[in-house]
């Protein structure tokens, strides 16, 4: 991996017949997936003290698949902002709730409070339905780019 690029990584839990080298510490190493614009889906070893340490697939991916990694790596960044700031609008959402029922207590305005907190707990429900379907959907684009990968590997 170049050195002036940001690096990602995930270790890889299914690993029958791989043969993991040693580090020159004598360390066992981990086989991850590197994440990175240069090598994205690519499998390679590391040591926990010293990082990369080799290539698993010595083989370059082709193309269109690291064209796909990427699509599908910047999709799973896009949502998870997405649900961040969904999770941010329903703190807020929670937080107005409150200062309703605090206003619910000291005022004579009890149809117009509860007019305004049918509102807030309509969006959201749809703030959480928003969350699953982003969630859904990115683990969706994932399953499927890896099983594209893994049938055109057999």
Known sequence: MASGQTSSSASISSTASIIFPLCHCLQPTTLSISWTDANPGRRFFKCDVHGFLEWSDKDLPCQWQKRSLLEA?????????????LREAFSTANAQLAAVEVNRSTGPN??????IEEIVKAQIIQS???????????????????????????
Do not use: P
Request: a positive charge; aromatic letters at 8%.
């Open 73 to 85: 790596r910047d999709k799973i960044r896009r949502q998870a902002a997405e649900i961040k700031a």
């Open 110 to 115: 009890d149809d117009l409070l509860i007019h």
């Open 128 to 154: 959480d339905k928003n969350i699953r379907n982003c969630v859904f959907f990115s683990c969706a684009g994932f399953f499927v780019a890896t099983v594209v990968l893994l049938l055109l590997k057999i």
